[in-house]
């Protein structure tokens, strides 16, 4: 049974920072970090393979910074000059390749509350 299980999530003010942590139940492909706002879709914040190439949504470059520990199959995203637009709850996600087959995990999310 694949676990990923989040922490880090909370409140902070505009400008702040905080640091999410996945730790993940095996080891994985890609790893990364999505947010969904309620009413609308859920939408990638970065994400990083095994070989560290990492990818980013427009909006967080330069601010956010996703790593991973392959060692502790975890990954993490450190957020820093936060923004209210920001808020949102912030999901783990796990790619692992089974054969030909790619598959999604996903976390429990957490929530992150930016204030202004």
């Known amino acids: 049974q694949v676990q990923l299980v989040e922490s880090g999530g909370g409140l902070v003010q505009a400008g702040g920072s905080l640091r999410l942590s996945c730790a993940a139940s095996?080891?994985?492909?890609?790893m990364g970090w999505y947010r969904q706002i309620p009413g609308k879709q859920r939408e990638l914040v970065a994400t990083?393979?095994?070989?560290?190439?990492?990818n980013y949504a427009g909006s967080v470059k330069g601010r956010f910074s996703i790593s991973r520990d392959n060692a502790k199959n975890t990954v993490y995203l450190q957020m820093n000059s936060l923004k209210p637009e920001d808020t949102a709850v912030y999901y783990c996600?796990?790619?692992?390749?089974?054969?030909?087959?790619?598959?999604?995990?996903w976390g429990q999310g957490t929530q992150v509350t930016v204030s202004s």
């Open positions: 095996g080891s994985f492909y890609t």
């Open positions: 990083i393979t095994s070989g560290d190439s990492t």
């Open positions: 996600n796990a790619k692992k390749w089974v054969g030909l087959k790619l598959f999604d995990y």
